[in-house]
Nanobody, 116 residues
Framework: QVQLVESGGGLVQAGGSLRLSCAAS????????TGWYRQASEKQRELVAS???????TYTDSVKGRFTISRDNAKNTVYLQMTSLKPEDTAVYYC??????????WGQGTQVTVSS
């Protein structure tokens, strides 16, 4: 059973940066993609960034040019480097892995708060 442990969230001023990490324990055999969703208060969860097993990445429009997703296969860890943060980036950020047959596994979430 894979477990995902996120870290790196916190409080930052607008314009600042944070790096989120998501470490997977256990095998992620059959990985199709991994990435990050976020959910702001009273809003639906949205996909922020994802990266496929082949290394292709996608981003939601609002974070393009500011966020970068990367993966360290040796450490089974995915990162989200967030720069030029805005108050509207405030949300709980969840990492996930999507695997063949097994579907999605989610982390517990990490709070990111951007003050204006």
């Amino acid at each position: 059973q894979v477990q995902l442990v996120e870290s790196g969230g916190g409080l930052v001023q607008a314009g600042g940066s944070l790096r989120l990490s998501c470490a997977a324990s256990g095998s992620i055999f059959g990985l199709i993609s991994t990435g990050w969703y976020r959910q702001a208060s009273e809003k639906q969860r949205e996909l922020v960034a994802s990266i496929t097993a082949g290394g292709s990445s996608t981003y939601t429009d609002s974070v393009k040019g500011r966020f970068t997703i990367s993966r360290d296969n040796a450490k089974n860890t995915v990162y989200l480097q967030m720069t030029s943060l805005k108050p509207e980036d405030t949300a709980v950020y969840y990492c996930y892995v999507h695997r063949r047959v097994l579907g999605n596994t989610w982390g517990q979430g990490t709070q990111v708060t951007v003050s204006s």
